[in-house]
């Protein structure tokens, strides 16, 4: 997204039901701050299109014709690393949840989510930090140590992480050297288990210390 006054928010829709598409650009398009500027039926339309739009989001669903939007999230993230993908799904299962948020999606939210949430979630999104829907907290990110075996240092840098700083203002706000944060977010990685940002940010918001 384009910074300065007045910036829209750039949204692709990925659906392969012309439907699902026509009733999200209903929903979304009288939104001042969106754009809607471009829409797939498949993954691997989405994937040519993305390079050429350049969106700021893209709110997929998990079933396509040609592969699911999990691995089509995942491609995107190596592809277009400054996209940021919102699920928006009829599945609440928490395996989805899970391999959706190991894909690097910053949210994931339910297809018959009142439309002020679908809105909340890509404003979160689209802000750098991520967003859940409420009957899903219960498949958000299970810590596989104590909070506690954080320290007081690494717990910092997972919230600033959280709430989508770069290594390098990491390290400017906490007055400390990029290799350090590096070392930092190794730490994290190495002691929860979770490798991507968005996975650390639902930890943080799983326990209160960012909000949604």
């Not at 910074?3 to 829209?8: I, Q, R």
């Not at 949840?97 to 018959?112: F, H, I, N, Q, T």
Request: glycine share 10%; charged share 25%; with cysteine.
């Amino acid at each position: 997204m384009s910074e300065g006054g007045g910036a829209k928010i750039r949204l692709f829709l990925v659906d392969d039901h012309q439907l699902v598409r026509d009733g999200l650009r209903a929903r979304l398009g009288d939104i001042e701050e969106f754009e809607i500027v471009g829409e797939a039926a498949s993954g691997k339309e989405a994937l040519v299109a993305v390079e050429s739009l350049r969106p700021d989001l893209a709110l997929v669903d998990v079933g396509l014709p040609d592969m699911t939007g999990i691995e089509l999230t995942a491609t995107l993230g190596e592809r277009c690393p400054v996209l940021r993908v919102l699920i928006l799904s009829m599945y609440d299962s928490q395996g989805y949840v899970m391999s959706a948020m190991r894909a690097g999606a910053r949210g994931y939210v339910l297809k018959d989510a009142p439309s002020t949430e679908i809105i909340a979630a890509i404003r979160a999104v689209a802000a750098g930090g991520a967003y859940f829907s409420g009957a899903l907290t219960a498949a958000l990110v299970t810590p596989q140590v104590e909070d506690n075996a954080l320290t007081e240092r690494e717990r910092e840098v997972l919230i600033l992480v959280a709430q989508g700083d770069s290594n390098k203002r990491i390290a400017q706000k906490l007055d400390v050297s990029v290799r350090t944060v590096e070392t930092h977010r190794l730490n994290l990685r190495r002691k929860l288990g979770i490798e991507t940002a968005a996975g650390l940010a639902s930890y943080a918001l799983k326990r209160g210390w960012i909000k949604g």
